[in-house]
């Protein structure tokens, strides 16, 4: 089993997006697969995936009241996952000592453990980055992006966790932006992935569809089967998702679900 947090020091670069598609990817190649939400405080996946039916999060684990294996829920691609709460009140006495051993429990019935982590570098990002054996740097190819990810590889480097490499997203191709071989260069990292800024991203965020399902051809999709393929080592065979009518229900619907008020 390998386990890979995705992490970037700078907020909004794509930590969500990638971990979420990547292993829908990967899934979808046949590989078992859980996507754990490690962003305690502003958890994203069950967003992203438009799904709330999800009782048990990370939370409850980690506030000693459940078993890891009780918070792993079925999403597309037969990939799994783990979500954060969505509910505000959950934010309670959380003990971020119990992570680690909660991702060994996915251990044995998983290829790959991929860990979503928050942003900047308080004490939860440090939890998820500890309880992962490998990390891979999400940045943008922008200087304030590249200055949070050597913090971000300075952080892995004190804890021994092995740096995989840098995911480039949301590249533009523009004069304007650091170009690869510097990025690499100051990162002493190879790049591992190049994601285009691709206008289906932020629409199948908006509509709740992850883009690797709802728009497979799109420039964004096809750059994350390069990366999957990279990071996995083999040339995979990805299955085309055939999305189950009724799976993604309308935004109204959700947010009444989760934030209506009784
Ligand atoms: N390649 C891309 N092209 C266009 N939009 C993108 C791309 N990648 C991500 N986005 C959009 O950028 C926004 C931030 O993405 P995301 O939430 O995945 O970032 P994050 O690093 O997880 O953020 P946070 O630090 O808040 O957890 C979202 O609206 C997402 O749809
Ligand atoms: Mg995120």
Do not use: W
């Not at 009241?65 to 509910?87: F, T, W």
């Not at 995911?167 to 992935?193: A, Q, Y």
Request: contains cysteine; aromatic residues 4%; glycine residues 8%.
């Amino acid at each position: 089993m390998r386990s890979i947090v995705f992490a970037s020091g700078k907020g909004g670069v794509g930590k969500s997006t990638v971990t979420l598609n990547l292993g829908l990817t990967l899934a979808a190649a046949g590989k078992r697969v859980v996507v754990v939400d490690a962003d305690l405080e502003m958890a994203n996946i069950g967003i992203l995936l438009g799904i709330d039916a999800t009782p048990i999060s990370l939370h409850n684990v980690l506030s000693g009241e459940n078993e890891m294996q009780d918070a792993v829920y079925a999403g597309p691609n037969n990939m799994r996952y783990v979500p954060a709460s969505l509910s505000p009140e959950k934010m309670e006495r959380l003990d971020l000592d119990k992570l680690p051993s909660a991702i060994k429990k996915l251990d044995d019935s998983s290829d790959f453990v991929l860990i979503d982590c928050p942003p900047g570098l308080g004490p939860s990002a440090v939890a998820a980055i500890k309880s992962a054996k490998e990390i891979v740097i999400v940045s943008t190819p922008e200087p304030s992006a590249l200055a949070d990810a050597l913090k971000v590889r300075a952080l892995a480097e004190r804890h021994g966790v092995k740096i995989v490499g840098v995911v480039l997203n949301m590249v533009l191709g523009d004069r304007s932006e650091i170009k690869k071989e510097d990025f690499e260069t100051v990162m002493e990292v190879p790049i591992i992935g190049l994601l285009p800024e691709d206008v289906e991203v932020r629409r199948s965020a908006a509509l709740q569809v992850p883009v690797i399902i709802r728009a497979p051809g799109t420039a964004f999709s096809r750059a994350m089967r390069l990366l999957a393929s990279r990071l996995s080592g083999e040339k995979l065979a990805i299955q085309e998702t055939k999305v189950k009518k009724g799976l993604f229900s309308s935004i109204m619907e959700f947010f009444g679900r989760i934030f209506g008020r009784k």
